[in-house]
């Protein structure tokens, strides 16, 4: 079964870039070009990853980030995706449960390699506690 990947990032090159590579790996792509837009997407497409750009507007990644993992308690994989490539940001990204933070600007190759891995790390997991 293909993976479902979420795109959430207001540059539409950037979604064009990364939409158009995941395709080619075999994985169904859906965007979201806003943080309020991305959560309906999550909700309707129930994606495998979720891409999170920090800065959209509406509501930035880190509010995306923060309903997810604390009002909706879902553990959907989520790949931060953001030129703020300070210490603090990242730090402030896996405090929110982030499973990946890559800084901008983003190889493709990299990023299937990140998905790969945090699905990897999912599918461990859940064997796990089976």
């Not at 070009?33 to 309707?44: H, P, R, S, T």
């Not at 509501?59 to 553990?75: A, I, N, P, S, Y």
């Not at 931060?80 to 405090?95: F, H, L, N, P, T």
């Amino acid at each position: 079964m293909n993976k479902k990947i979420l795109i959430a990032d207001d540059e539409k090159e950037i979604v064009d870039l990364l939409g158009a590579a995941l395709q080619r790996e075999g994985m169904d792509v859906v965007v979201a070009y806003d943080g309020e837009e991305a959560k309906i997407k999550i909700l309707n497409f129930r994606p495998d990853i979720v891409l999170l750009d920090l800065v959209m507007p509406r509501l930035d990644g880190w509010g995306v980030l923060k309903w997810l993992r604390q009002e909706m308690k879902m553990t959907t994989p989520a790949i931060i995706i953001s030129a703020r490539d300070q210490i603090g940001d990242v730090k402030k990204g896996y405090e929110l449960r982030a499973d990946y933070y890559i800084i901008k600007p983003v190889n493709p190759r990299d990023l299937i390699k990140a998905i790969n891995l945090v699905s990897f790390i999912k599918e461990s997991k859940g064997n796990e506690q089976n």
